[in-house]
């Protein structure tokens, strides 16, 4: 991974992880709220990340790696 490519990878990474927080809670529509607003900043740190680098193939893999990380405990 490139050095200028890390923050972006860790953002992602932080975001994907607010993301799976705000839906291990209730089904409220203050919790639905919070997830929608942390899935659009996911989607901006992305778009970000990949207008800002060209280590494509590292922010890939913490996109897909933020989904379906392996130390996350199951819901």
Request: proline residues 7%.
């Amino acid at each position: 991974m490139a050095p200028d490519t890390a923050p972006y990878v860790a953002a992602i990474l932080n975001d994907w992880w607010m993301v799976r927080h705000y839906a291990r809670g209730g089904r409220s529509s203050i919790g639905r709220l919070q997830r929608q607003q942390a899935i659009q900043k996911l989607g901006l740190t992305v778009r970000d990340a990949f207008n800002r680098s060209d280590d494509f193939e590292a922010l890939l893999a913490a996109v897909a790696d933020g989904a379906h990380p392996k130390d996350d405990p199951p819901f």
